[in-house]
Structures are given as structure tokens and as C-alpha cells.
């Protein structure tokens, strides 16, 4: 059995362990490996930029979650990772977001 699958085993109650076991595993040491941390935060960066969905990553929406769910060596830096990855999202998603047309008076005048 190798450090990874002992890793996962570890963490049977988290469904994206099984459903994400390599993904989860490098997300686990985020607050202890500098790699995966800037791993997490170039995820979050191009997150609305690049197709993640055939890759077997676990996505933003259960960062938070994944952060508050696990153990950490350090779980300030854990929190403030996963904290600031899922604000990078969010904030790339308000600019891609179409903003709303105003009406022009002629627009309103010609009904």
C-alpha cells in the first residue's frame, strides 16, 4: 500500500477522497507544501479559463468545506489558503459576469 492510498484510507468519511483520491491527497498539504499551495491558487486563477471538468479535481465550490472538514498541520494557513483560492474564484466570476445594459433614453422613448 503506498503513502497515498494509506492517506485516503484515512479519510473514508470524505467523498472526494474516493472520487478525487490524487486531487485530495495533494490538497491535504497545502499548508505544509509551498508547490501545492501555488498549485491551489494557479487552480483558482484559471479556473473560468481553462475545462477542468474531465480532470478528476475536486472544484471550488467544496474548497471551503474540504478546508473545514480535514486536519492540518497548520490550520491558520490551511483556512487562509482555501479562503483566499475560493475568493479568487469568486472575483474572477463577478468579472466575467455580462454587466447589466442600462436603457438609453431613446430606448425607453421608443418603447
Given at each position: ?73 497548520h490550520p491558520e494557513r490551511a483556512e ?32
Open positions: 500500500m503506498t503513502a497515498a492510498h494509506a492517506r485516503t484510507l484515512c479519510c473514508h468519511e470524505c467523498p472526494a477522497a474516493t472520487e478525487y483520491a490524487v486531487h485530495h491527497d495533494r490538497l491535504l498539504t497545502v499548508d505544509v507544501d509551498p508547490d501545492e499551495l501555488l498549485a491551489l491558487l494557479e487552480m483558482a486563477v484559471t479556473w473560468h479559463e481553462l475545462d477542468y471538468g474531465e480532470l478528476p479535481v475536486l472544484g471550488p465550490a467544496a474548497w471551503l468545506t474540504f478546508a473545514e472538514t480535514h486536519r492540518w498541520t487562509r489558503a482555501f479562503s483566499l483560492a475560493v475568493d479568487i474564484v469568486g472575483r474572477r466570476s463577478a468579472e466575467l459576469s455580462p454587466e447589466p445594459q442600462l436603457a438609453t433614453v431613446l430606448d425607453l422613448v421608443r418603447g
